[in-house]
């Protein structure tokens, strides 16, 4: 199953589930499509990445690292992980993430709720934006 790309322009939100098997084709196709939509957005960008689902995944770092493209777009706002309780995902996700995208404003959490919450109370955000979220994710955390 390929990575979901999900959008909702009017919360300036991005959405990536991983499923469980993930591979180096599909994060390099994810990640073209995320930076297309991250250029092609007016206004800032926060994007929530759920591999809560992730069980088996590319586990060379410099694969990892080559097969994304990122830059300082300063139209990303925050890059929120949700990990589940695999704490080998936590860490590939964390290098690669601060690793590839300087300056970023990072977050990794357990789940939905946790970082919906966390992130409330770090920055309060407007037009509901981590309602939003919550509400996306929801669809496929059970």
Sequence with gaps: MPIELTTIPDKHLIFERFSPVVTLDEVRDVNQRFIALLEASETGI??????????????????????????????????????????????????????????????VYDDIYKAASAIQELQPLENNVWDACVAELRKTWE
């Design 46 to 107: 926060y994007a929530v990445i759920d591999l809560h689902h992730v069980r088996k995944f590319p586990t060379s770092l410099a694969q990892l690292r080559d097969s994304l493209v990122f830059s300082s777009n300063p139209k990303l706002l925050w890059v929120i992980l949700i990990v589940g309780q695999n704490q080998i995902v936590k860490a590939f996700a964390t290098v690669i993430t601060q690793v590839k995208i300087k300056n970023v404003r990072l977050r």
